[in-house]
């Protein structure tokens, strides 16, 4: 069970699923994601109840409880998807998945709640879309990042357990039959990318709630690459390829670039109420969809091959 709150902290929630779970057969052997994420709430709302001290507070006062009784589980998310859906740019995306995990440990710790103890409890939720060469790129160069961090942190290193989220922004209204082969696409380079998990949205997301055929189609599309294209079989499909390499370390540089004018900017939290993180990404925006305009960046369906009726 995996939650996702929309536009609050999650703590409230994390709870109740924690109270349903002690009541389980064996809770020791759950694989659970609380996904408590009090940044998270504030990049997507611009509001968080009782201000960023109090909910780390109670952040890490649940995730140390929760990290003793369900040892499979993450309780905590660092979110890079909200920089994606703005129209931000893949290193932009890195720099401030990187700056929100940094500045998530250090308001843990401030809080009471070690960096070598949180550390284990981050699950990494990254968006990916339908170019797989750039997207396979950007997963691996996340943890390329989020690595060195763990090394200047002096933290052990540790696996970094990363999600793949299929891109909402890439999906059409417009012939959402297409989304079909995105949604496969953006599947394919989270697999090769080596996330840990990968979640497909429904091809009918862009038309309103997702139908019965939708939520099916997005299943099978993780079923079908997983047990018949045994994507999962090989262990780093893409390692030592030139194209792969090359732009995975390419992403990182610019990334780490962003990473730090974020923490010059005082961190992620202070760069959010800031408004810089969002002035950047809104140049970038602004850019990318006067390429669209221009069919110089292609939507199939839309403004290549449209069906005219």
């Not at 924690?18 to 057969?25: F, G, K, P």
């Not at 940044?39 to 003793?68: M, S």
């Not at 989270?190 to 997301?205: K, M, N, Q």
């Not at 970038?284 to 069919?295: D, G």
């Amino acid at each position: 069970v995996a939650l996702d709150h929309g536009g609050g902290t999650g703590t409230s929630a994390a709870a109740l699923l924690a109270l349903w779970a002690e009541h389980q057969a064996d809770p020791k052997s759950l694989k659970l994601a609380f996904n408590i994420d009090p940044l998270g709430a504030l990049q997507r709302t611009g509001l968080i109840e009782g201000g960023l001290d109090a909910a780390f507070a109670r952040a890490a006062a649940l995730t140390d409880a929760l990290a003793l009784r369900f040892p499979l589980a993450t309780a905590l998310r660092i979110d890079g998807r909200p920089v994606h859906e703005a129209g931000g740019s893949e290193a932009q995306e890195l720099g401030a998945l990187i700056a929100h995990g940094v500045d998530t440990l250090r308001r843990l710790d401030a809080a009471g709640l070690t960096p070598d103890r949180a550390a284990p409890q981050l699950l990494f939720t990254i968006s990916v879309g339908q170019n797989y060469g750039i997207n396979i790129a950007k997963l691996r160069a996340a943890r390329r990042l989020w690595g060195r961090c763990l090394e200047a942190l002096q933290i052990e290193p540790q696996p970094m357990r990363l999600q793949a989220v299929t891109s909402a922004r890439m999906l059409t209204r417009y012939d959402p039959w297409v989304n079909m082969l995105r949604g496969t696409c953006a599947a394919f380079a989270g697999a090769v990318g080596g996330a840990d998990v990968v979640t497909v949205r429904p091809f009918t997301d862009a038309i309103g709630t997702a139908n019965e055929l939708g939520r099916r189609v997005a299943r099978n599309t993780q079923i079908i690459a997983m047990e018949e294209s045994g994507l999962g079989r090989v262990a780093d499909p893409a390692g030592g390829a030139w194209f792969s390499e090359g732009v995975a370390n390419d992403l990182a540089e610019a990334a780490w670039e962003e990473f730090q004018r974020i923490e010059t900017e005082g961190g992620y939290g202070a760069s959010l109420m800031a408004d810089a993180v969002q002035a950047r990404i809104a140049e970038t925006r602004t850019a990318r969809m006067k390429q669209i305009a221009k069919r110089k960046d292609a939507i199939t369906g839309v403004s290549e091959f449209p069906q005219l009726d």
